[in-house]
Each structure stands twice: as C-alpha cells, then as structure tokens.
C-alpha cells in the first residue's frame, strides 16, 4: 500500500489496496492526525509509539503496538487491538471485536454488536449501541452503561469490590433496580423496565451503590413490594410513597408471586408454577401441582424453600418443588379453619408465615399464623376483605385488597388504611 502524505490534513493516506501495513518508529513524525486508509481490507501494525490509524472503509485489523494508541475501526466489523500502552479504541460501525491489551485502555463500540475486552490494565468499556459483550479481564475496570442502545449489554466478568458500572447521566442507584433475569443479573431502569446490562455470574443480591461510579457504601434500597394484578400487570411499588414503576405485562393471569432468595421470580395459577422474566413479561411453566385443590398463594422461608396454600376448605400448607412444580402437603388437612384468601408472608425473625384467610361471616379476612410444620393459629380480623397480596418489609406487614395498601398489626390482626396503588386491574398477589 502506497502511503500519500497529506500536509494540510497532518495526515498520511492510503490508497484503496488491501495489504499489510508496519510501521516505524518515528514514521508519522510531522503527521499528528496519523494514517487514514481508505477502502479494502487492511492490516496495520503499528509501532513502539503511540499513534493515531484509522481504518475507514472494509474489514480492517489493526494493532496498536507499543505506546498510547488512538485506534478507530471505520466502518465495517473491524479488528482492533490496543497492545502495550494506555490506548483510546474505537470500533465506530460495524460488529467489532477490540482488546485493550496491556494498559489503562479506554474502549468504544459504536453502532452494532461489539465484542469489547479490556484485558490487563484498569480499563473503561462502552459498548455504545447494539448488544455488546465487556469482558474486563484483569485490573479495576469501569463498564459505562447507556440507556436506548437497542438492547442489554452484558457483563461477563464483573468483580464485585474491584470494577464499577457507570450510569447515565442524571441517574443515580435510587433509580434502578436490580433483579434476576434467566440466570444472569439484570440492571433495570425502574420507570421503563429497560434492561441496561445484564451480569453473568453474579447474584442480584451482590449488587449495591458501591458497585456505581460516584457510589457509597452500601445503602439500603427503598422498601418495595412485587404485585401482580388480575390484568396482568407485574409492577414494583415503594412502599413508603407508592411510587409504581411497571416492569412488564403478563400473557397468563397468576394467582400468586414469590421472588426466591437469589432475585428469581416465580409465580402461580391455579394449577401451575411459573418462571417469569420480569423485563419481557414470558412465562416459563415449571410443572403442575397435581392436586385438586386450588393454589392461591405463593411465598419462600429464608432457607429457599418454596412454599403455598389454597383456597379450599380446610386448607393445607404446601410444600412445591421448584424443579418439577409438584406441591407436597404438610398440614395434611390439619387446618379445620384456615381458607387461603390469597397469600402468604415469611417472617425471618418469627421463621413463620402469615396468612390471610377467608372469614366464614364475611367480616373481613382473618391473619392466621402459618409454622414451617403446617400447624396454624388465628391472630384476628383483618378488617378488610379479599387480601389477596401479603408482604413483609421495612419492618411491617403490608396487605394489598383491590388496589389498597394496608398495614397489618401482626399481634392482633387488626388493619389500618395506608394508600392507594395506582396499578392497572385488582392486585391479586404481593412479594
């Protein structure tokens, strides 16, 4: 390839061959604006100093050598790899595959789906738009996340106490939220639902403001509650101001929700356990019961056993499998008075359930304790009918009937009014 100097650009110009290109020390002396090949594929290897290359048109690889490099792919899927020194990588158009090499690298996708890895050195990743692949490697790494990028970005090698995630501008962790997604960590922006990067190998519960550029140590997240109501909608809502954010609407109407304790989120018909993917809205269906009674309720001990109770009379607690959906008695029909109204709430510091149940006079529905053996106790009348969702947090014992937020004393049974809940449809489950 024949180069052309440019004096009033700075720059030296390729013609439109496709060749290999090495450069020498002190060759783009006198050209601060580098090289600039045009069409064909070409392979530039640069020197020990740091250089500018930009590959423009066609497949292009180029190796930045030693020194702090700026490397820019052009359009196309390019290869880019920084090498020794502290480089700036651009891979612009195209699905491009860029490595930092060894230094404090900072690395840009651009348009398309990236494959970006920052390898040895404390490097910045960002994929830009597409769905992109960062891979940090070694050193304290900082993965930048964007919001309308045209999908998730992800993760491969987050290190929890070592790399950071930078959000956008103008948001801070108050804003998110972090859930499961299938088996990886999903960082949600909690008034859209957009996913903006999902971590593999990482539990959601790992995951706090000090993870964030600009983070603290960890603070504690705004006290929610997961409803899901008779229209399917799957909404979060904080507790403390009733602030909603929807996170996805269901095709199946449930009956009940239980997040597990490792951020998985499951629910229930009358029939059947779910998986639910809480950004897409898709439900996996486990298994079936296999029992003739209807299953209303849903929630988790603390030790992950899932467990539930229906609506028939003298109602059982159940123990379900999660790898089958197959729900096991424990009360074994002990339970003379107790009708499951539609939910369960696991209290650690008590290792029990609260339940609510339907009252024989129509008074109002009982709170019932539930043990971990299946026996039960009534605590007293609720006050309110139909209390279909149950959730404990911050503290107390949240109770959702229609589309109210209720506080239950959990000594006496006993419910005060505490808001409205703007959600779409009867809440018919809480978790």
């Known amino acids: 390839m024949v180069l052309i100097p440019n ?11 496709s060749e290999l290109i090495s450069l020498i020390p002190g060759q783009l002396a006198g050209f601060p604006q580098g090289i600039l090949v045009l069409g064909g594929n070409d392979t530039v290897q640069g020197s020990v100093d740091g250089e500018v290359i930009n590959g423009n048109q066609g497949f292009d690889q180029i190796f930045g050598g030693g020194g702090n490099d700026n490397l820019f792919g052009g359009q196309d899927g390019d290869v880019i790899d920084g090498g020794v020194g502290d480089d700036i990588l651009f891979g612009n158009l195209g699905a491009d595959i860029i490595t930092g090499g060894d230094g404090n690298d900072n690395l840009f996708g651009g348009k398309d789906n990236d494959n970006l890895s920052g390898d040895l050195g404390n490097d910045i990743l960002s994929g830009d738009f597409g769905i992109d692949t960062l891979t940090g490697g070694g050193g304290s790494d900082i993965f930048v996340l964007g919001i309308g990028g045209g999908g998730a970005d992800i993760i491969t090698d987050f290190q929890d106490g070592a790399d950071l995630m930078q959000l956008p501008a103008g948001l801070t962790f108050s804003n998110i939220l972090v859930q499961a997604s299938g088996n990886q960590t ?3 922006l909690a008034t859209t639902g957009e996913e903006l990067v999902r971590l593999n190998g990482i539990q959601p519960s790992v ?17 929610t509650s997961l409803l899901v109501t008779a229209s399917g909608q799957l909404s979060r809502v904080n507790v403390l101001t009733g602030e909603l954010a929807v996170l996805a609407n269901l095709n199946t109407i449930l009956t009940d929700i239980a997040i597990s304790p490792d951020g998985r989120i499951f629910g229930i018909s009358f029939s059947s356990l779910y998986n639910i993917d809480s950004v897409t809205g898709d439900l996996s269906k486990i298994g079936d019961f296999v029992t003739d009674n209807g299953m209303n309720s849903l929630e988790f001990s603390s030790n992950g056993e899932l467990y539930g109770s229906s609506n028939s ?16 008695s424990i009360s074994s029909g002990t339970n003379t008075n107790f009708i499951s109204s539609g939910d369960l709430a696991f209290i650690p510091s008590r290792n029990h359930f609260f339940a609510s149940s339907r009252s024989t006079d129509n008074s109002g529905d009982i709170l019932y304790y539930l043990g971990l053996d299946g026996t039960s106790k009534e605590i007293g009348n609720i006050g309110f009918s139909n209390v279909w969702g149950l959730n404990f947090e911050n503290g107390n014992l949240f109770g959702y009937t229609d589309k109210k937020q209720i ?24 978790s």
């Open 7 to 17: 004096s009033a650009l700075g720059v030296l110009v390729g013609d439109e061959s």
């Open 186 to 188: 999903a960082i949600v």
């Open 207 to 223: 995951i706090t403001s000090a993870d964030f550029v600009g983070g603290s140590s960890p603070s504690t997240p705004s006290p």
């Open 313 to 328: 009379s003298n109602s059982d607690l159940y123990k379900i499998n999660l790898e089958t959906g197959r729900a096991s």
């Open 407 to 430: 506080i239950i004393n959990m000594d006496t049974g006993a419910a005060t009014f505490d808001k409205d809940i703007q959600v779409t449809g009867t809440i018919m489950g809480a």
